[in-house]
T-cell receptor, first 113, second 118 residues
Framework: GDSVTQMEGPVTLSEEAFLTINCTYT??????LFWYVQYPGEGLQLLLK?????DKGSNKGFEATYRKETTSFHLEKGSVQVSDSAVYFC????????????FGRGTSLIVHP | GAVVSQHPSWVICKSGTSVKIECRSL??????MFWYRQFPKQSLMLMAT?????????EQGVEKDKFLINHASLTLSTLTVTSAHPEDSSFYIC??????????????FGPGTRLTVT
């Protein structure tokens, strides 16, 4: 079935390092793609999204580009901060406009000062 | 984004008792809410879709008689875990379907409720 695969964590970085969290998806059609962030003890927040191929979602210094040819939506940030420590979830909504996303397993990011 | 609250934020109960978790949409009326369950270090599992004024739609494998969902108003949905057992211990998160332009709609998540059954 359709799924979302994320790199396993935890990802541990020093402050100001470059971040990449890989995400690939399988789906029929043209799904919308999302990144959600979950800070410790909190619910999920939408970080960014892209609705069609080659779209780039961006927010708070994070970026992800919808790559149809590689079925990927990797999350990147040029310089991470300690406050970015959280769990990041890649998600897919199906091409039919479904509003119920399928989530990846989440990748924990730990940023040290 | 929209504000969604959950109450309580954490609860400890004894095995065999029932626990009610509330999810409130504070910014707008929500005809559709979702209930998720999250196990430690795992992704979210959609349990059910809650529709105002009608019966909830449960995902395959979720016991509807155990996880009672009531969406009595446009701003409140409740999840009641009946006859709770230790294996029901989990983090329960609700979300509200956002309004606005046609698809893809955004979901706005509550802060979650940590349930521990002893």
């Amino acid at each position: 079935g359709d799924s979302v695969t994320q790199m396993e964590g935890p990802v541990t970085l020093s402050e100001e390092a470059f971040l990449t969290i890989n995400c690939t998806y399988t789906a029929t059609g043209y799904p919308s793609l999302f990144w959600y962030v979950q800070y410790p003890g909190e619910g999920l927040q939408l970080l960014l999204k892209a609705t069609k191929a080659d779209d780039k979602g961006s927010n708070k210094g994070f970026e992800a580009t919808y790559r149809k040819e590689t079925t990927s939506f990797h999350l990147e940030k040029g310089s991470v901060q300690v406050s970015d420590s959280a769990v990041y979830f890649c998600a897919r909504g199906d091409g039919g406009g479904s509003y119920i996303p399928t989530f990846g397993r989440g990748t924990s990011l730990i940023v040290h000062p | 984004g929209a504000v969604v609250s959950q109450h309580p934020s954490w609860v400890i109960c004894k095995s065999g008792t029932s626990v009610k978790i509330e999810c409130r949409s504070l910014d707008f009326q929500a005809t559709t809410m979702f209930w998720y369950r999250q196990f430690p270090k795992q992704s979210l599992m959609l349990m059910a879709t809650s529709n105002e004024g009608s019966k909830a739609t449960y995902e395959q494998g979720v016991e509807k008689d155990k996880f009672l969902i009531n969406h009595a108003s446009l701003t409140l949905s409740t999840l009641t875990v009946t006859s709770a057992h230790p294996e029901d211990s989990s983090f329960y998160i609700c979300s509200v379907l956002g309004q606005g332009a046609p698809g893809p709609y955004e979901q706005y998540f509550g802060p979650g409720t940590r349930l521990t059954v002893t």
